[in-house]
Nanobody, 126 residues
């Protein structure tokens, strides 16, 4: 089993930045992709960004492209999401997710991920 623990959320003013971090308890169970999703009140969970552990290939939602950067540290088993130029619409609970095995197609489908963190709240004030 893998535990994912997110950190780095908080309250920030519009235009500010946050860096979210996700620590995986056991890297050996995660062989493919780690990603970030978010869920705002009253809305469905949506994809934010993902990264392939091996190749480093990344994918971003259109809503964060150019403002977000996902990165991995293989030695520390962590995946970070740097978010800049934050907007009030970025307010949500952000979840880290990990896929144990490879899957075809886009990284943005949440059903492809096997493990999920508890989430960290990000609130952007206007």
């Amino acid at each position: 089993q893998v535990q994912l623990v997110e950190s780095g959320g908080g309250l920030v003013q519009a235009g500010g930045s946050l860096r979210l971090s996700c620590a995986a308890s056991r890297r050996t169970f995660i062989n493919y992709v780690m990603g970030w999703f978010r869920q705002a009140p009253g809305k469905e969970r949506e994809f934010v960004a993902a990264i392939n552990w091996s190749s480093g290939r990344t994918d971003y939602a259109a809503s964060v492209k150019g403002r977000g950067t996902i990165s991995r540290d293989n030695a520390k088993n962590t995946v970070d999401l740097q978010m800049n130029s934050l907007k009030p619409e970025d307010t949500a609970v952000y979840y880290c997710a990990a896929a144990a095995t490879s899957f075809s197609g886009t990284y943005s489908r949440d059903y492809n991920y096997d493990y999920w963190g508890q989430g960290t709240q990000v609130t952007v004030s206007s």
